[in-house]
């Protein structure tokens, strides 16, 4: 329809966009200067830690298996909480903060895991916990209001009690009385003990293209079908076999991670009066009793039309630029692969996006501008499959024409990898078309930008992704 809206995105590669997990962070090295009190308390020194850095995922409906809020959650757990935190498992967020920094990071440094280790050592002293405020509730939403919009999955989905990971490909289509102008987009999961990920794309019907966006299956099992056959079963084509306009990463969720609300005048998006929410994947976690989940999308219009459409590039597997040398991993091989990729034109960063599947063991981004200077983007340096978050910088980040983006990854087809897949490990090659099953590779990259635009180092994105940044 309008500008900047179709033609940059092909069916195929959003279809790579496959699933997203995840990472432990190591504990910082910025070290050895800090100071601990004499005497820890949970009132004065623990309380507000977890509340700010634990208690987003546990507290009750949310994804952590048990709350994190009281003095008797804590001590409850406290070896537990003392060791997970030592060993940079929680809170989960694997990208390395002295390398570049983000939004919302919920990384411990090393005071603040050294003080928990510290309170637990000194016998968990509750100090004046009567004192304590009540814990602050996150506002709902990231204060953007009362959805204009609710777009509910069609079904329950019911989740066998196997204690297996499931992956869904996924459906929800909407009808609006007009075409319209969306400002924000949320993926509100209905189970969120369960709902582990989902990487969200929407698709737009053309005027007078599809009859009943309505018709087609609703759940598809990832790990049997995938690809064409699975958009097929949707029934996602037009009434005549063609492809709508198909708009990738417009809503993505990982626990913690929620709404993206960029600042106004950033970001945005066309909706069509017809069209439909494709969740490409949607991965619930293992859990031992069946269970359900009904999702929904909620969306927030806007008055004008987007001024700066975000725009995305994809680098290596299915991307722009191809993986160097060609993904494949002998039995117990570890080796890096590169893509790399120069700019046609400046753009100006929001988010980047690293993406390998259960072989993953580290990954470093920068980019080298004309000038010769180097800029940081991300580096992880344990990969979780897991916790695949996308990082958004504080500030847009301006990179002129004709800079080089280059991205490393290594992967770990050793037996010693904690998620090798295979007993023992086997010749694992890149996918390109079998996306999403957990046993093929891929090396991935994707950023998100706006076209340049002088001051553009100046614009803060503070309030992204439902978390108060800094
Ligand atoms: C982004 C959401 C999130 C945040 C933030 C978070 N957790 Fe967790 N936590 C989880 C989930 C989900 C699990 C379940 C295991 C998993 O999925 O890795 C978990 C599991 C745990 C476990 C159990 C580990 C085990 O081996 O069974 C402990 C202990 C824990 N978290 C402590 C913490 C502490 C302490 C913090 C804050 C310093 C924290 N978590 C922050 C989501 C979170």
């Known amino acids: 329809m309008r ?14 966009l496959a699933f997203v997990a995840c990472t432990p962070p190591t504990a910082e090295s910025d070290a050895p200067s800090f100071t601990l009190p004499d005497t820890v308390t949970f009132a004065e020194h623990i309380a507000p830690l977890v509340w700010a850095n ?37 809170p989960p967020w694997p990208a390395d903060t002295t390398y570049a920094r983000y939004l919302g990071e919920r990384r411990l440094d090393a005071r603040q895991i050294a003080l928990l280790a510290k309170w637990v050592d000194q016998g968990l002293l509750p100090g004046d916990t009567a004192a304590l405020p009540a814990p602050p509730v996150p506002p709902a939403y990231a204060g953007l209001g009362e959805p204009d919009l609710q777009v509910w999955l069609p079904d329950t989905f019911h989740q066998p009690g196997d204690n297996r990971d499931h992956f869904i490909i996924a459906k929800a289509p909407y009808e609006l009385p ?36 309505h018709a087609g299956a609703q759940y598809i099992d990832a790990e049997r079908t995938q690809g064409v056959a699975a958009f097929s079963a949707l029934q996602l084509a037009n009434d005549d076999g063609s492809y709508p306009a198909l708009v990738p990463s417009a809503v993505n ?34 859990y031992p009793r069946d269970t359900v989940d009904r999702s929904h999308f909620a969306v927030w219009f806007a008055e004008r039309p987007p001024e700066r459409p975000l725009q995305e590039l994809q680098l290596g597997t299915n991307g722009l630029s191809p993986v160097d040398p060609p993904l494949h991993l002998e039995p117990g091989e570890v080796r890096t692969f590169r893509t790399q990729y120069t700019l046609p034109r400046a753009i100006s960063v929001l988010t980047v996006n690293p993406h390998m599947h259960l072989l993953g063991r580290s990954f470093l981004a920068y980019a080298v501008v004309p000038a010769g200077d180097t800029i940081p983007l991300v580096r992880i340096n344990q990969w979780n499959f897991r916790w695949q978050y996308a ?17 490393y990854g290594t992967f770990d087809n050793t037996a010693n990898n904690p998620d090798q897949p295979y007993k023992p490990p086997r010749a694992i090659t890149g996918t390109d078309s079998h996306f999403m099953r957990t046993t093929d590779e891929m090396f991935q990259f994707f950023l998100s930008y706006v076209d340049w635009k002088e001051g553009d180092e100046k614009v803060e994105l503070g309030g992204v992704n439902g978390r108060s940044g800094e």
């Open 253 to 286: 969720y990982l626990p913690g991670m929620e709404v993206t609300a960029y600042p106004e005048g950033l970001g945005g998006y066309y909706f069509k009066r017809k069209g439909a929410f494709l969740m490409n994947t949607l991965h619930y976690g293992p």
């Open 54 to 90: 634990c208690m987003p995922c546990h507290r009750p409906g949310h994804a952590g298996p048990f709350a994190l809020i009281t003095y008797t959650d804590v001590a409850k757990r406290s070896r537990m909480v003392r060791d997970v935190t030592r060993r940079g498992y929680m």
């Open 391 to 407: 990082y958004t910088f504080r500030k847009l980040l301006p990179l002129p024409k004709g800079t080089v983006v280059h991205v």
């Open 178 to 213: 007009r075409d319209t102008f969306v400002r924000a987009i949320a993926f509100v999961p209905g189970n969120r003990r369960t709902v582990h990920h989902m990487n969200g794309a929407f698709v737009a019907y053309a005027d007078g293209a599809r009859r009943d966006v």
């Open 3 to 16: 500008k900047g809206w179709s033609g940059r995105v092909s069916f195929t590669a959003v279809v790579a």
